[in-house]
C-alpha cells in the first residue's frame, strides 16, 4: 500500500505541490474552531464564535466557485499571489478584532472565507495533467478524499494544542499564517505555475471555451451528481446530530459524540488509504453506485444500536455504536473519490478548479441541510428516527444516480478500470465531449 502511494507522489512536481496544498488545507479545518476558541477566550459567547465560524464557511462556499474559475482563466499562480496573503491577513484580522464587536470578527471571518482560494479544488484539478495513467489518476482521487478525511481529523486537534500552548488568539493567527502562507507557496510550485490557464482570447473573438451552450445530457448529469454529494455530505452532518441524540437520550455524556463521530472518520482514512492502493473493475459510475450501495447498507446498520442498547450494558452499547461507525467510515472516502472522478470525467480541463470548488460549495449546502433536517427529525420523531437518516440520505443519493443513469453514461465516455501498465486514457477536454459543470 505504501508503495502505490510513493508512486504516486514521486510524480514529477507532485509532493512538491501536495504538502504546501495540505497545510492550506489543514489550516481551513482548523478556522471555525479557532475562531469559536478565539471569541470565548475574548470574552464572546458561544454564538458569536459560532457566527464568526458559520460566516467563514459560508464565505468559502460563496466565493470558492468564483475563485476557482478565476484561476482556471487566469492561472492558479497569480490568483494565489493576491488571495493567499490576503485570506490570511483578513482572518489575522479577525483574531485582533475578537475582543471587539462581533459585527467585526464575523465579518473579518466572512471576508476571509471568501479571500480563501480553494486550493483542495485547484489540487484535483493538477492531477491529471502531472499523469496520463488511469491508474494513477483513480488513485490520486482517492488519495485526495483520504487526505480530506485525515485532515478534518488533525485539524480540531492541531487548534487545542496550539490554544493550549499560544492561547486561542495565538492558535487563530497561527492558523491565519498556515493559510497565507499555504495558498501562496503551493501557487508558486513549478507545476501549478506551468497549468498558466487558457490563453488569452483576442479582442474581437468568440471564447472557445463558452461558445457552445453545455450539452443537456451533461447539464442533467452534472446536477444529479451534484445532488447526490450533496446528500452524502448530509449524513455527516446528520450524523453528528443523530449520535449526539442518541447519546443523550440513553443517559450518556453527549460530549462523547465528536470521539464517537471521529472513529468513523478513521475508519474512512483507512478505507480510502486501501482502496486507493488497488485497482477495481468497472466505470467511475458504476464504481460509486458500489460504493452507494455498501455505505447506505452500513449506515443502516446504525439504528440497530436503539433496539440492542436496553438489553446491553452502557459500555457496551458505546462499543457497539463505535464499531458500527468505524465499519460505515470504510466506503466514505472512496465514494468520495468517485464522486470527484465523475465530476471530473463531466468537465473540461479548462474549466476543473471552478467546478471541483462547486462540489465543496454543494457539500457545505448539504451538511447544512442534513444536520438542521436531523435535528429536527430528533426532535419530532426521536432519536432512533434520528439515527436512520445518514442512511436514508445516502439512499436517496443512490437512487438519484440510478435515475440519472442514462444521463450520466452519456456525459461521460465509459472505459474499463485502469490497470497498471494499460494504454493511458486521455483526460476529458472540451473537444472531445463539451463537458462541463
Known amino acids: 500500500m505504501v508503495k502505490a502511494y510513493l508512486e504516486l507522489l514521486r510524480l514529477p512536481g507532485a509532493s512538491a505541490a ?24 475574548s470574552g464572546r459567547s458561544l454564538a458569536a464564535g459560532a457566527a464568526a465560524g458559520a460566516a467563514y464557511a ?5 466565493g470558492g466557485p468564483f475563485t476557482g474559475r478565476l484561476m482556471d482563466r487566469a492561472g492558479a499562480s497569480r490568483v494565489l499571489r493576491v488571495s493567499g496573503p490576503l485570506a490570511g491577513l483578513t482572518l489575522a484580522a479577525a483574531a485582533l478584532t475578537a475582543a471587539t464587536t462581533p459585527a467585526a470578527v464575523v465579518a ?5 472565507g471568501l479571500a480563501t482560494a480553494p486550493v483542495g479544488a485547484s489540487m484535483r484539478a493538477l492531477w491529471p495533467s502531472l499523469t496520463e495513467d488511469a491508474a494513477l489518476r483513480q488513485r490520486a482521487f482517492s ?41 501562496l507557496v503551493y501557487g508558486q510550485v513549478p507545476a501549478v505555475r506551468a497549468r498558466a490557464g487558457r ?47 442518541s447519546l443523550q437520550d440513553q443517559g450518556s455524556a453527549p460530549e462523547l459524540a465528536g470521539t464517537l463521530v471521529a472513529l468513523q472518520s478513521a475508519g474512512s482514512v483507512v478505507g480510502g488509504l486501501l482502496y486507493g492502493a488497488r485497482t477495481f473493475g468497472g466505470t467511475t459510475y458504476q464504481r460509486y453506485l458500489r460504493l452507494l450501495i455498501v455505505l447506505t447498507l452500513a449506515l443502516a446498520a446504525l439504528p440497530a444500536v436503539r433496539a440492542l442498547a436496553p438489553g446491553l450494558p452502557a459500555g457496551w452499547a458505546l462499543g457497539l455504536l463505535g464499531v458500527l461507525l468505524v465499519l460505515s467510515g470504510l466506503p466514505m472516502a472512496p465514494a468520495g473519490a468517485e464522486e470527484f472522478q465523475l465530476i471530473g470525467e463531466m468537465t473540461a480541463q479548462s474549466r476543473a478548479t471552478q467546478a471541483f470548488a462547486g462540489v465543496g460549495s454543494f457539500i457545505a449546502l448539504g451538511g447544512a441541510a442534513g444536520s438542521a433536517l436531523t435535528g ?3 426532535d419530532r420523531a426521536g432519536p432512533g428516527a434520528a439515527l ?21 453514461t452519456r456525459a461521460v465516455t465509459p472505459s474499463p478500470a485502469p490497470t497498471t501498465g494499460a494504454d493511458p486514457t486521455p483526460a476529458p477536454t472540451s473537444d472531445s465531449r463539451g463537458n462541463q459543470t
Open 18 to 41: 501536495a504538502v504546501p496544498a495540505a497545510l492550506a488545507r489543514l489550516a481551513g479545518t482548523m478556522v471555525p474552531i479557532a475562531l469559536l476558541l478565539a471569541c470565548v477566550q
Open 58 to 62: 459560508v464565505g468559502s462556499a460563496v
Open 108 to 112: 473579518a471571518a466572512c471576508a476571509a
Open 143 to 183: 488519495f485526495e478524499a483520504t487526505l480530506s478525511e485525515l485532515l478534518f481529523i488533525l485539524g480540531p486537534t492541531a487548534v487545542t494544542v496550539l490554544a493550549a500552548l499560544t492561547g486561542a488568539r495565538g492558535a487563530l493567527l497561527v492558523t491565519a499564517v498556515l493559510l497565507g502562507a499555504g495558498g
Open 199 to 245: 490563453p488569452a482570447t483576442p479582442p474581437g473573438a468568440a471564447d472557445p471555451t463558452q461558445a457552445e451552450p453545455e450539452p443537456e445530457p451533461v447539464r442533467a448529469a452534472a446536477t444529479a451528481v451534484l445532488v447526490a454529494i450533496a446528500l452524502t455530505a448530509a449524513l455527516s452532518s446528520g450524523l453528528v446530530v443523530a449520535v449526539t441524540a
Open 376 to 378: 429536527l427529525v430528533a
Open 388 to 408: 436512520c437518516m445518514p442512511a436514508a440520505f445516502t439512499l436517496a443519493a443512490l437512487l438519484l444516480s440510478l435515475a440519472a443513469r442514462r444521463a450520466i
